[in-house]
T-cell receptor, first 110, second 113 residues
Framework: SQQGEEDPQALSIQEGENATMNCSYK?????LQWYRQNSGRGLVHLIL?????REKHSGRLRVTLDTSKKSSSLLITASRAADTASYFC??????????FGAGTILRVKS | KAGVTQTPRYLIKTRGQQVTLSCSPI?????VSWYQQTPGQGLQFLFE???????NKGNFPGRFSGRQFSNSRSEMNVSTLELGDSALYLC????????????FGPGTRLTVL
């Protein structure tokens, strides 16, 4: 079963614009992670935010976490065509288990 | 370091057959976990191994099994294949001592006819 929902399901933007994806989850978490997947290939880890952190940055990525609302958002600034991919949030549960959201399909048009 | 490798990359089987998929984690990583990805169910956790012991198992039937060897390489086996087992099977490795994300392999695309 999946932990929660991601919003939007699909997003289409122009190169240079910012892209924001949201993720909601249901249970208490240790951390929340974001992954990127290109065309049905393996997942690439983007960023991990701990439950006691509210915001984290990595290059053009900014992740926020609101544990009171059980939600997180991923912001990609100044998007590029190469950012076109599916993006998944995942919460880490006991036993090294990741529970993934349904994902957001991002298309960046050049 | 070399990344996570999975073999084979593509596999076509018929219903009722069995299949074995292999995963070699990043050197030094002792935790290996497996995920199934389908269009309908998304990414679902199968099981996780650490130091040759299964520590956690997802909600899959007993036809799905796995093991880990002393060199941390892992295999998963699916017996009596069903059409619904067609999926991308992803392996991930990690070092539980570090709070980092998982390193995923490219996956094995299994098609059951």
């Amino acid at each position: 079963s999946q932990q929660g929902e991601e919003d939007p399901q699909a997003l289409s933007i122009q190169e240079g614009e910012n892209a924001t994806m949201n993720c909601s989850y249901k249970t208490s978490i240790n951390n929340l992670q974001w992954y990127r997947q290109n065309s049905g290939r393996g997942l690439v880890h983007l960023i991990l935010i701990r439950s006691n952190e509210r915001e984290k940055h990595s290059g053009r990525l900014r992740v926020t976490l609101d544990t009171s609302k059980k939600s997180s958002s991923l912001l990609i600034t100044a998007s590029r065509a190469a950012d076109t991919a599916s993006y998944f949030c995942a919460t880490e549960e006991y036993g090294n288990k990741l529970v993934f959201g349904a994902g957001t399909i991002l298309r960046v048009k050049s | 370091k070399a990344g996570v490798t999975q073999t084979p990359r593509y596999l076509i089987k018929t219903r009722g057959q069995q299949v074995t998929l292999s995963c070699s984690p990043i050197s030094g990583h002792r935790s290996v976990s497996w995920y199934q990805q389908t269009p309908g169910q998304g990414l679902q956790f199968l099981f996780e191994y650490f130091s040759e012991t299964q520590r956690n198992k997802g909600n899959f039937p007993g036809r799905f099994s796995g093991r880990q060897f002393s060199n941390s390489r892992s295999e998963m086996n699916v017996s009596t294949l069903e059409l619904g087992d067609s999926a991308l099977y992803l392996c991930a490795s990690s070092d539980p001592g570090l709070l980092t994300g998982r390193y995923f392999g490219p996956g094995t695309r299994l098609t059951v006819l």
